[in-house]
């Protein structure tokens, strides 16, 4: 398709949406199933190689997505990106932080 001109322009929105459709298939499928978005940024991903203009109002990383959610937990993957721990690690900081410093030495 590389040299083919198009006025199509993916927006935000319309990616999430086309993602959350795709979400809902793999919540169908049962629990940490991520089938449908692993093929979704797979294709996303193409159509940025052969017609990066069409992504030009967009600014997502789906290969990064990508590797994420093709990881055994991807919550934690993205934890672990941001914040540098998993999720479990966080909420149980977040608690720690959360109680008054005199209960915290008990």
């Known amino acids: ?11 935000k929105e319309g ?3 086309e ?3 795709a979400k809902e298939k793999d919540k169908k499928l049962g629990k940490g199933v991520h089938t449908n978005r ?3 940024l797979k294709e996303m991903i193409k159509l940025d190689d052969d017609m990066p203009e ?3 109002d967009v600014d997502i990383n789906f290969r ?9 937990n991807p919550r934690d993957h993205f934890y672990r990106s941001v914040f540098g721990m998993s999720y479990e690690e966080k909420k149980a900081k977040e608690a720690l932080d959360d109680m008054p410093k005199d209960v915290r030495n008990i």
């Open 1 to 11: 398709m590389k040299g083919y001109m198009t006025t199509f322009r993916y927006d």
């Open 15 to 17: 990616i999430y949406k």
């Open 19 to 21: 993602f959350n459709i």
């Open 38 to 40: 692993i093929n979704f």
């Open 54 to 56: 069409v992504f030009e």
């Open 64 to 72: 990064r997505l990508l590797t994420a959610y093709q990881s055994e």
